[in-house]
């Protein structure tokens, strides 16, 4: 079985441009959750989702940042308008349940704002 | 939420068996202990995770403290690919899920 599959892997956007960030869970796990690692930092959670559903966004920062996880098709965080400070790795992980489960990790997606 | 605090770096020599320790004093009643680990440009691994009992599995073994304050992760054998940072986390147990926030974690050089 395909683990969980993000891409792209290395993402260069300039200042105000837009940045979308793909991810594929493990087949068959319905929820997702996003996390931001910032330079020698831990992992930080944004936002978590079901299909067709936002369930926890306490992560999210307010403005430009959102995130989607259609019936069909990948989930998808969008960061809107990127300023140089975005710029971290971004990674997904799924789950196959709610509720204490591991989760599983993708590779992440290097985001580089110029 | 519960905090953990683990020693900033540890160091092994290959084969030999590591205790990676983690402090977690105001762990509630039903806070379970997650253990991921993270290699270089890669994503977090789960290695184990327990409530109040003892664990192991194929990766490590969990050692949890009678009162829960404290756990330390075993690796039995460590290997030159068991060089990662290590994470001790308590999942964040919302209604709706168990995200996880991860701290700096343990660096663990294993040297040949």
């Known amino acids: 079985n395909a683990g969980v599959m993000q891409n792209p892997r290395h993402l260069v956007r300039r200042r105000g441009q837009e940045a979308r960030l793909r991810c594929s869970p493990v087949k068959g796990h319905s929820h997702v959750y996003w996390y931001r690692q910032l330079p020698e930092e831990g992992l930080k959670f944004m936002v978590y989702l079901q299909k067709e559903n936002i369930i926890d966004e306490s992560g999210m920062p307010k403005e430009r940042f959102s995130a989607e996880f259609p019936k069909e098709g990948p989930s998808i965080l969008r960061i809107q308008q990127v300023v140089r400070g975005d710029s971290a790795a971004y990674f997904c992980a799924s789950s196959p349940q709610q509720g204490n489960q591991p989760q599983h990790f993708g590779d992440g997606t290097r985001l580089s704002i110029l | 939420d519960a905090k953990t605090t683990q020693p900033n770096s540890m160091e092994s020599n290959e084969e030999e068996p590591v205790h990676l320790p983690c402090n977690h004093s105001?762990?509630?009643?039903?806070?379970?202990i997650h253990w991921y680990r993270q290699l270089p440009s890669q994503g977090p691994e789960y290695v184990i995770h327990g409530l109040t009992s003892n664990v192991n599995n194929r990766m490590a073994s969990l050692a949890i403290a009678e009162d829960r304050k404290s756990s330390t992760l075993i690796l039995h054998r460590a290997t030159l690919r068991d060089a990662a940072v290590y994470y001790c986390?308590?999942?964040?147990?919302?209604?709706?899920?168990?995200?996880?926030?991860f701290g700096k974690g343990t660096s663990l050089l294993v040297t040949p």
């Open positions: 986390i308590l999942p964040l147990n919302s209604n709706s899920g168990y995200a996880l926030n």
């Open positions: 105001t762990i509630s009643g039903t806070d379970y």
